[in-house]
């Protein structure tokens, strides 16, 4: 039986597991609903949830580019209509280039959200500086 010369391109190298074990993390240590990280054009890298909770007008601005244009999260977030949903929602940059969204609900503490955020951002701007590999 000859192997799939394509299922190599699926199996995650090192910086990826590390990143998909972050975004876990900060999910588990948030009890948050869903964690996302997106890079600059807002394609997903890593995500600890259902991406399914997350409304459709929030995940259309979640982009390092995005985010970069607004100036801030404010702005960035000014036009969208979450009217209607249960979640709140944390951002934060990453170097610019990527943008980790924490969604949660009233059972989450907000002081916990806010603190593993900010040390989440710095953990994932690490493992996304460091070599491939390394």
Do not use: C
Not at 35 to 41: A, C, F, G, T
Not at 56 to 80: F, I, M, N, Y
Not at 86 to 101: F, K, P, Q, R
Request: zero cysteines.
């Amino acid at each position: 039986m000859s192997e799939d010369p394509q299922a190599a391109q699926f199996v995650p190298n090192e910086k990826q597991l590390a990143l998909f074990r972050a975004v876990e993390d900060i999910h588990d240590l948030t009890r948050a609903i869903t964690v996302l990280l997106v890079d600059e054009n807002g394609v997903l890298i890593a995500v600890s949830g259902d991406e399914n909770d997350v409304p459709p007008t929030l995940r259309a601005v979640l982009g390092g580019k995005q985010l970069a244009e607004a100036g801030s999260v404010r702005v960035l977030l000014e036009d969208v209509d979450l009217a209607g949903s249960l979640v709140n929602v944390t951002i934060y940059d990453i170097d610019g280039t990527h943008v980790l969204a924490i969604l949660f609900d009233a059972d989450a503490d907000l002081d916990t959200v806010q603190e593993v955020g900010s040390e989440g951002r710095t953990m994932l701007a690490e493992i996304l500086a460091a070599p491939l590999g390394g």
